[in-house]
Every structure is written in structure tokens, then in C-alpha cells.
T-cell receptor, first 112, second 111 residues
């Protein structure tokens, strides 16, 4: 089945640690995105990538890093520089120029 | 305003119509979207409308667009308990990398 998969579903991190969230898609989509969702707020774009080996900062990139070494994969690292990392993180992908973005199931990150 | 605005909560009875409203920010926005998020899940695109349209109907869903007021609404006819979810309004000018989302409206359908 084609789709976009995020793992893990739940993630706990100690303060000061980096953590990497996985996002994989087998839809052959060129573009991939990471969003952050906080209660009572809309989704905010962290990073996006329109092609392999290239990515751009979104609205709230500080404290995050990404890589796009393969078309299928777009991992997000939440670094210790991110001051308030507890949130629900959503990954999405789309075909180039397409209006529809497909979302993963999300990863809920909690800092303990 | 700076943000895409939606009411946070809406409660309806099963079988009634639901109307979820949204005010978006940019009169240049080309695409207006409605996404549905069920508990613990990602977002699912329900429907979208181009800015040169006033209305779009898709089975139980009707989208109305008032460009002058930058107002978008989603009407769900014959609302069912399975429609209970959070509904996000979003706008974009050209691509998925410039989408702006509202905070979401939590729809609760009572039997």
C-alpha cells in the first residue's frame, strides 16, 4: 500500500538530548514537509524539501535540522537548541505542483 | 489579520447540518483547503476550492467562498458521529510550502 509513514508514534526525550523523527513515503513524491502542531494553534511549517539533497527553512526552523539523502525519506532532528519541543509533529508529502498533500499519522514528542 | 481564524469548537446533533467557518489572511491565496484530523491521526484532505470559484459541492460537503470578505465555510449535511474530528482550514498562494493553517475546529456530533 502506498502511503507516508512516521515513526515512532510516541517519543520521549530528556532535556538536552537530540532526537530524530522518521518520515518515509513510497508515493514517489518529490516534495516533503514537516509541520508542528500545538494545541489551539494551526500547523506551522518547520522545513520542506522539493528535491533530493535540497531543503528550505519554513516558518519555525530554529532548533531543528533535516536531511534529504533519499527521495523516500525526510528525517527531522529536534536538537537541544529547540526550547519548547513538546508537540505533535506531522510529516507530509506531495507530488510536484500538486495541490494535495498527504500526511503521516504524526509523532507526539514529549520532553521529560 | 495575520492568522487564519476558526472557531475552536462546534457541537451538533446527529442528522443536523454542520457549518464550520474560516477567515483567511491573503486575498492572493489561490487555493483554499479543508482538512480533517481524527484523534491521534494525520490530516486528511477533504476538499479544496480554487479562488475563482464561489462554491464547490462534493456529496455531503459544500464549500462556500466569499473572496471579498476572505471567508470560507464548510457545510456537512446529515452530520454523522463519524464526522466528529478536528477540521482545519488552510490557504496557499501557489504551493504546499506556503500553506497557512487555522487552529482547527473541533466538531462534536451528539447522538
Amino acid at each position: 500500500d502506498g502511503g507516508i509513514t512516521q515513526s515512532p508514534k510516541y517519543l520521549f526525550r530528556k532535556e538536552g538530548q537530540n532526537v530524530t523523527l522518521s518520515c518515509e513515503q513510497n508515493l514517489n513524491h518529490d516534495a516533503m514537509y514537516w509541520y508542528r502542531q500545538d494545541p489551539g494553534q494551526g500547523l506551522r511549517l518547520i522545513y520542506y524539501s522539493q528535491i533530493v539533497n535540497d531543503f528550505q527553512k519554513g516558518d519555525i526552523a530554529e532548533g531543528y535540522s533535516v536531511s534529504r539523502e533519499k527521495k523516500e525519506s525526510f528525517p527531522l532532528t529536534v536538537t537541544s537548541a529547540q526550547k519548547n519541543p513538546t508537540a505533535f509533529y506531522l510529516c507530509a508529502s506531495s507530488a510536484w505542483g500538486d495541490t494535495e498533500a498527504f500526511f503521516g499519522q504524526g509523532t507526539r514528542l514529549t520532553v521529560v | 489579520g495575520e492568522d487564519v481564524e476558526q472557531s475552536l469548537f462546534l457541537s451538533v446533533r446527529e442528522g443536523d447540518s454542520s457549518v464550520i467557518n474560516c477567515t483567511y489572511t491573503d486575498s492572493s491565496s489561490t487555493y483554499l483547503y479543508w482538512y480533517k484530523q481524527e484523534p491521534g491521526a494525520g490530516l486528511q484532505l477533504l476538499t479544496y476550492i480554487f479562488s475563482n470559484m464561489d462554491m464547490k459541492q462534493d456529496q455531503r460537503l459544500t464549500v462556500l467562498l466569499n473572496k471579498k470578505d476572505k471567508h470560507l465555510s464548510l457545510r456537512i449535511a446529515d452530520t454523522q458521529t463519524g464526522d466528529s474530528a478536528i477540521y482545519f482550514c488552510a490557504e496557499s498562494i501557489g504551493g504546499n510550502n506556503d500553506m497557512r493553517f487555522g487552529a482547527g475546529t473541533r466538531l462534536t456530533v451528539k447522538p
